[in-house]
């Protein structure tokens, strides 16, 4: 169950871009640009900066994830890339269960990061540009609160939105 959605419409090339780009720059360059975002989120599950940087590093190098205790860091390490090559889009209230939009759809990303379905953070959903009318129709007619106006409104600011700027969607569900 989520209680906050977030949308994005991001440029997904420049997100999948950065798997396999085996550029160390942009390590460095990423870690400063979310240092405080990282700090905050090492301290508050106690784990180290350089968990993320050596995560960040896998996916950057394309380097096997083998078994990790910290999958949650990826999820992060999207949302964070979202951020980076995207807009957050404002709305006032959008779902209380992405679920019930989405069903039992598996998480999806704009490039290969480990999914842990244990873990009870984020979820989150990637909507390819030639793909959001298709979903669009689902978020409006799925959900047994679809037909409440508020709803329907923000499902199409949202999708407009992204449509208008010619991007692709990621929802995070927390």
Same mark, same amino acid.
């Given at each position: 169950m989520s209680s906050e959605v977030i949308a994005y419409a991001v440029d997904r090339k420049k997100i999948k871009e950065i798997y396999a780009c085996k550029d160390k720059n942009f390590i460095s360059d990423f870690m400063s640009e979310f240092c405080d975002e990282i700090?905050?989120?090492?301290?508050?599950?106690?784990? =180290?900066? +350089?968990?993320?940087? =050596?995560? %960040? *590093? %896998? #996916?950057?190098?394309?380097?096997?994830?083998?078994? *990790?205790?910290?999958?949650? /860091? @990826?999820? +992060? %390490? @999207?949302?964070?890339?979202?951020?980076?090559?995207?807009?957050? /889009?404002?709305?006032?209230?959008?779902?209380? @269960? %992405?679920?019930?939009? #989405?069903?039992?759809?598996p998480r999806t990303a704009f490039l290969q990061i480990p999914a842990d379905k244990d873990f009870e953070g984020a979820d989150y959903y990637s909507i390819a540009y030639e793909d959001l009318e298709m979903l669009r129709e689902i978020f409006l007619t799925k959900p047994s609160y679809a037909n409440e106006d508020y709803y329907m409104d923000e499902v199409n600011n949202i999708f407009d939105f992204a449509k208008e700027n010619k991007k692709d969607l990621v929802f995070f569900a927390y």
């Open positions: 700090e905050e989120l090492a301290e508050d599950f106690d784990v =180290s900066p +350089s968990d993320f940087e =050596s995560r %960040l *590093d %896998l #996916i950057v190098n394309a380097k096997p994830y083998g078994e *990790d205790d910290n999958v949650w /860091i @990826y999820n +992060s %390490l @999207y949302e964070m890339f979202c951020q980076k090559y995207g807009e957050l /889009i404002e709305h006032e209230e959008f779902m209380c @269960y %992405l679920e019930d939009a #989405i069903g039992d759809t």
